[in-house]
């Protein structure tokens, strides 16, 4: 697809947040932050071949004529509206930290026509050079999305010539658990040597060894290839050593030596190890989290895209989430699998035995070094880390105020009628959505599991009757065994729907939103659960835009969560929600029957939420994925949705971040920029990484 003209640029506002800090607090945050930032080009390589000389094509034309683009136009003789569409293609470029979007997976290609970026690129020799190297991978309409190696997708994850199959990464998956071999910070290639396929797995470290280790098996053969990306993470370990210097406790430097063991060896452990610390560093006034952490964008599930966060603690925000915290038992006892349960003080065996109020804050991002910038956080991802020493909770306060500071007076898919309605209501509702799914959405559920020989996490004597068919469970995580290994591809989309399903379910509930201060004087109960529903039917139409037609798949396991949530709503019954199709403007329609919600939305959601919570509890992969890719299918009336939604559709946000500035004196200043196109490229360009 073409990017988009006009792209929605964003800020991060960050400058009040920083004032206050003290000088040893700025230095701190000036060395993390530079740390974060050193990850790019690892994200870069994740995400495609050619998206590191891309990004170094785009600062080149930058520091070629300083920024003052007219002049280069002048220049080269090209015209300022080709200048133009050249620079929104960059601004999307570094908002997404590469050729694809962060959000939906779909490459998009420059406006530009080639006969015009290639006379922009004499404005430098460097420039021309990197522009022969790109070009015909920058341009290229195939592959189009992010996804298992074929003509139509690749994934940096498994780079080379020769793809791998899906039966392939299986196997080498079962040789790397065998040996205890972390996937998070791998990449596999598959090579021809000496008459046999190798499998090289590449590791994340800055060390490197001279002879690689090689594992032998009937599945095949594979190499384990340390010094993936080696260059980025001695530039981390040696910011993460300058900012040591400056930490809060001795518990930030116990994690950051983890970190730093971790990113020079390889070793997944130490990185587990910088997690169970870094839970237990409650109410930092910076929090900062690194690593190999989400893995939404290999195909298979497992891999894991960098990033680096440091952020500021909003004191007063964070008030507010910690009297949800406070109440957060109250709340699990009303969930589905809970109700009419005695057992474990009424929580019920598919929850665990006691929930460990986390540390949840308000932040203020001032580095977010990722390809989507999300709204709310839950981490670690390792469940055993969460079920034996506890998690914590953000909400990005900063990226909540640039994504609904954007005026609008048409939002997609709602009546003109209840156009200011929606609006007026729309920031409320989607904050107290995303603070419930990251809390007790995400923060709950328990993975029933043998840990050894006689070693059960439940009483293997008396096993739990599964609610959704009342009989005893008959399945369970075995040793060794991940919540993300066995569910693979649909892992992270599956526990996105179960937590979105949880703030929507519980949202009707007056005493929850009394939490958040909300009266009767200033918006209904009624009003915000009927914005919500609303927003789950649009937000279920948008969905489509991030479904990949010609690779039948979806590109975000949001979006894919959106659309599961929609379909069971549809399906709720007596026109509980419908859809109109106004031909003659091509647009659609969600309509909602406020009278219902209760009796019809409501029961619809928690039997997702019950079925999802279940089959993620007991490992039941099998009905899990025949439900779940049932549910989610695109075709007959909703790929219909998705041509005309794909033709209205609107251009998406991009982030303009802050640089901080270790000035002549010692003393750190903050510098932010403007939310332009521009303003995005030079914030990149200043940044120097």
């Known amino acids: 697809m073409l990017a988009p003209t006009h792209p929605l640029v964003g800020r991060l506002a960050v400058q009040h947040s920083f004032n206050p800090l003290t000088a040893k607090e700025k230095l ?40 003052r683009w007219q002049e280069l136009a002048a220049r080269t003789d ?43 690129a004499k404005g430098s020799a460097r420039a021309t050079v990197l522009y022969d190297a790109i070009v015909e991978p920058m341009f290229a309409r195939r592959p189009s999305s992010l996804g298992y190696p074929s003509e139509v997708a690749q994934s940096s994850y498994y780079p080379g010539d020769l793809p791998m199959s899906r039966v392939e990464i299986d196997r080498v998956s079962r040789i790397l658990e065998k040996h205890s071999i972390h996937p998070e910070n791998t990449r596999i290639q598959k090579i021809w040597q000496n008459d046999r396929f190798i499998f090289q797995v590449f590791q994340a470290s800055v060390e490197t060894d001279n002879k690689p280790c090689e594992i032998s098996s009937s599945e095949g053969t594979v190499r384990i290839v340390r010094g ?89 925000e964070t008030k507010i989430l910690s009297n949800l915290v406070d109440n957060s ?12 349960c005695t057992d474990n003080d009424g929580k019920g065996p598919f929850e665990k035995d006691l929930f460990e109020p986390p540390d949840f804050t308000s932040l203020q991002t001032l580095a977010y070094c990722s390809s989507i910038i ?66 007790l959405g995400h923060g709950t559920g328990k993975l029933l599991a043998q840990k050894g020989p006689d070693q059960f996490n439940f009483d293997i004597h008396n096993l739990p009757l599964n609610p959704l068919d009342s009989k005893p469970i008959n399945s369970w995580y075995l040793p060794g065994e991940s919540w993300t290994g066995v569910f693979g591809d649909i892992a992270t989309s599956v526990d996105e729907c179960r937590a979105e399903c949880v703030g929507a379910y519980l949202m009707d509930d007056e005493g929850l939103l009394k939490l958040f201060g909300f009266e009767e004087t200033k918006m209904s109960a ?74 019809h939305g ?23 994925r025949e439900y779940y890719e049932e549910l989610t299918k695109v075709e007959g009336v909703f790929a219909e949705y998705r041509q005309i939604v794909i033709a209205n559709k609107r251009p998406r946000q991009v982030l303009v971040q802050a640089n901080t500035v270790l000035e002549a004196d010692g003393q750190v200043s903050l510098r932010e920029y403007e939310a332009s196109v521009d303003g995005m490229i030079q914030s990149w360009a200043e940044r120097g990484v």
Request: negative net charge.
């Open 78 to 120: 090209v015209s300022v509206h080709y200048v133009y569409e050249f620079l929104e293609y960059a601004a999307v470029f570094l908002g997404n930290i590469g050729n694809y979007y962060g959000r939906g997976d779909q490459k998009f290609i420059p406006r530009i026509p080639k006969a015009y970026l290639k006379r922009l």
């Open 228 to 316: 993936d990306h080696s260059n980025e993470l001695e530039h981390i370990c040696e910011c993460l050593e300058a900012a040591v210097k400056f930490v809060a406790n001795p518990l930030q430097g116990d994690v950051i030596r983890q970190y730093q063991k971790s990113f020079r060896t390889g070793d997944m452990e130490a990185f587990k190890e910088s997690q169970r610390l870094w839970v237990k560093d409650i109410g930092p006034s910076i929090e900062t989290q690194f690593g190999f952490v989400e893995p939404y964008r290999d195909p298979y599930g497992t891999r894991a895209e960098f990033e680096g966060l440091v952020a500021f603690v909003d004191a007063e």
């Open 526 to 599: 009624a009003d915000i659960t009927y914005n919500l529903y609303l927003q789950l039917g649009t937000g279920g139409l948008r969905a489509l835009e991030n479904y990949i037609e010609d690779d039948h798949k979806w590109g975000q396991a949001h979006s894919r969560a959106h659309f599961a949530m929609f379909r069971c709503l549809l399906a709720a019954g007596d026109d509980f929600m419908t859809i109109k199709h106004d031909a003659p403007s091509n647009k659609l329609t969600v309509y909602l029957d406020r009278s219902k919600i209760l009796s």
């Open 329 to 340: 038992a109250k709340y699990i006892r009303q969930l589905p699998w809970a109700v009419n």
């Open 374 to 439: 999300f709204a709310g956080i839950n981490l670690p991802n390792f469940n055993d880390i969460r079920q034996e020493v506890g998690f914590k909770n953000f909400m990005i306060s900063n990226q909540f105020a640039a994504k609904y500071g954007i005026k609008r007076i048409d939002p997609a898919f709602v009546d003109p009628s209840e156009a200011t309605a929606f609006l007026t209501a729309e920031y409320d509702t989607s904050y107290i959505w995303v603070v419930v799914h990251e809390l």
């Open 602 to 624: 409501k029961p619809a959601i928690g039997e997702l939420l019950l079925r999802l919570h279940v089959y993620r509890c007991i490992a039941d992969i099998t009905a899990c």
């Open 28 to 67: 701190y945050a000036h060395h993390m932050a530079r740390a974060a930032w050193h990850g790019t080009r690892i994200i870069l390589r994740q995400v495609s071949p050619e998206s590191i000389p891309i990004y170094e094509f785009i600062l080149e034309l930058y520091y070629s004529c300083e920024g």
